[in-house]
């Protein structure tokens, strides 16, 4: 099976939370979370780290501006025994509320409460197990150098 990604993906989510405890998520038109509540996410592009990538991805989808706090998980499956689909989650914070939904591929984006989402059967698996934990952040070490023969143009340390 070819994929325009090749056979090794990775995407990010992202876990925007609220100082009330809300939870931004997303109803996707297609794919296997089609009409499902889920947080906002996509693929890295090759031009990008994947703190960069989880913002766009939150912007791009709901016009939501927010800052990443950390890492909080990885999900990590094969599909049909040929592609590694590969998923980080990072905890952010919103710098703004005001929602702009991408109606290409959205059907409804929202703030929910823990309890609207538990209640909801539209809710996906990965968003009950993740709104149910305590997150442990693995915060972004920016402003790092190896060494200049490597030739990052960015280069983070996540811990």
């Keep these: 099976m070819k994929h325009k990604r090749g056979n090794v993906w990775l995407a990010v989510a992202g876990i925007v939370k609220t100082v009330d405890n809300r939870y931004l998520v997303v109803k996707k038109k297609y794919g296997g979370l089609k009409g499902k509540w889920s947080f906002p996410a996509g693929f890295v592009n090759e031009d990008e780290t994947i703190d960069q990538a989880v913002v766009r991805e939150v912007y791009e989808e709901t016009g939501i501006k927010a800052n990443p706090l950390g890492i909080v998980g990885l999900r990590s499956g094969v599909i049909k025994g040929e592609v590694s689909d590969n998923m980080v989650l990072f905890l952010l914070e919103p710098l703004t509320e005001n929602i702009v939904i991408q109606e290409r591929e959205l059907s409804h984006v929202a703030f929910m409460t823990k309890d609207e989402l538990f209640e909801s059967p539209d809710s ?9 934990q305590t997150l442990a952040v693995l915060p972004i070490h920016n402003d790092l150098n190896p ?13």
């Design 124 to 132: 996906s698996l990965l968003l009950h197990q993740i709104i149910d």
């Design 147 to 159: 060494g200049n023969h490597f030739g990052y143009t960015s280069y983070k340390l996540f811990y």
